[in-house]
């Protein structure tokens, strides 16, 4: 028996649907002809707290710190027991192992500490989806890799665990024992993320706190020329009195000057004209799409996540979300004018940017050698009956869909 084991029930359930034969369910997994489906919940393990390397641990004593495992420990976290104890049957009836955890770092992790745990000692292939449905699926199936050369992915995964660990505990304890000698009774939290966001949100704060607001002066004329109007504004003098950001910040210079002006000629003394080409923004990552999605939707970098994961999970209109990459396998690019013709079939606006594509053309977009785990976030070219969907959902389609036929417009 052949055992997959995905990250999550969604990601099982698509490829157990991509699997020749019918479907058979049981209690925590999926039964397709000569292969198991099964999946995690997120993470089923976690890191074993303090006490289970040493009882004392249990109490917080300064004199106990740092707290430093020799061999790291993991422990099933309570609600995960279950679905642990259905792989655990499983990996014993199976001959192969699957590991189709997400395409990056904590997905690698997740599935593989679980099948390390359980004592798993045959080779492991990978299987690598980044989009949900069938055909896509299916072609990830047909080219499995050995799951050995992810080893980086998830020991890079694995230190950020531990290293989080080390300093939460540690510091956490530190802070709260030092706080109680102080008269602070609560617990101190500190980790390795949330103390310097919590620092930048407060410095922040502080900022705006103790701002000031100051008057600065812009001082602008309409010039008459020939053929038309042209606005020019006034760069100050270094000499006169400006801010940081080159402002006047007085204002007789401006009214002394802008007592001169009207009805006054003028000469150009030289004119500097420059021909540029602005070439079309690469694909979107997740961070560059929520920076867009912000400045145009007003939506939080939350919403965003949340919109691109059912995008992808169950409308299965985009490839996997959480990519920090802006490229494109250059494989991709054949079937570049299919997808997107899917994609942008059902909505007017989509269909007539796809009209405008050339797609003779190829942009800096299509690189293997820029794209790692996954790649940039792209329409999967099934089509998109945009009206079906929330407005948040259909305004954030649009703007991937937007990003990968831009490839195909000229500079």
């Not at 949900?132 to 047909?142: C, F, G, I, K």
């Not at 059902?346 to 790692?372: I, Y």
Request: glycine letters at 6%.
């Amino acid at each position: 028996m052949r055992l997959i084991i995905a990250e999550k029930p969604s990601l099982a359930r698509a490829i157990a649907d991509a699997l020749p034969g019918g479907i058979r369910r049981e209690d925590g997994a999926l039964h397709v002809g000569d292969s198991v489906v099964t999946w995690c919940l997120g993470h089923l393990l976690e890191q074993a707290p303090p006490d289970a390397y040493d009882p004392a641990y249990k109490q917080w004593r300064l004199d106990h710190l740092p707290v430093v495992p020799v061999e790291w420990r993991l422990t099933p976290r309570p609600k995960a027991k279950g679905q642990l104890a259905v792989i655990r049957k499983l990996l014993k009836q199976a001959r192969e192992v699957v590991h189709a955890g997400d395409p990056d770092r904590e997905g690698q992790l997740l599935v593989q500490e679980v099948i390390d745990h359980l004592g798993w000692k045959g080779d492991v292939s990978r299987l690598l989806v980044n989009d949900l449905n069938r055909p896509a699926v299916q072609r990830a199936l047909a080219r499995l890799e050995d799951n050995a050369c992810y080893q980086p992915l998830y020991r890079a995964a694995q230190s950020r665990a531990r290293a989080d660990w080390l300093y939460g505990i540690n510091l956490t304890r530190a802070w709260t024992l030092i706080g109680r000698q102080a008269g602070h009774d609560s617990v101190l939290s500190v980790g390795r993320v949330q103390t310097p966001v919590l620092g930048l949100v407060v410095r922040r704060d502080a900022e705006i706190r103790n701002f000031k607001p100051y008057p600065f002066h812009v001082l602008w004329v309409d010039l008459m020329v020939a053929g038309g109007r042209l606005r020019a504004w006034w760069q100050p003098h270094e000499n006169q009195p400006l801010d940081a950001q080159g402002r006047l910040l007085e204002r007789a210079p401006a009214d002394a000057l802008t007592a001169r002006l009207p009805g006054a000629e003028g000469r150009l003394t030289s004119l500097e004209t420059r021909q540029k080409r602005q070439t079309a923004p690469l694909p979107y990552s997740l961070s560059a799409l929520q920076v867009d999605a912000a400045r145009r939707f007003g939506l939080s970098a939350q919403a965003v996540l949340d919109i691109c994961q059912r995008l992808y999970e169950r409308h299965k209109l985009i490839t996997y979300p959480r990519s920090d990459c802006r490229y494109l396998p250059e494989e991709h690019l054949a079937l570049a004018r299919a997808n997107l013709q899917g994609a942008c079939s059902q909505d007017e606006t989509l269909r007539g940017w796809f009209a405008g594509a050339d797609f003779t053309l190829r942009s800096q977009a299509w690189d293997d050698k820029k794209v790692g785990a996954h790649h940039a976030l792209a329409p999967t070219g099934k089509p998109a009956d945009l009206a079906r969907l929330e407005r948040a959902e259909a305004n954030v389609f649009r703007l991937i869909a937007r990003n990968v036929l831009a490839q195909f417009y000229p500079p």
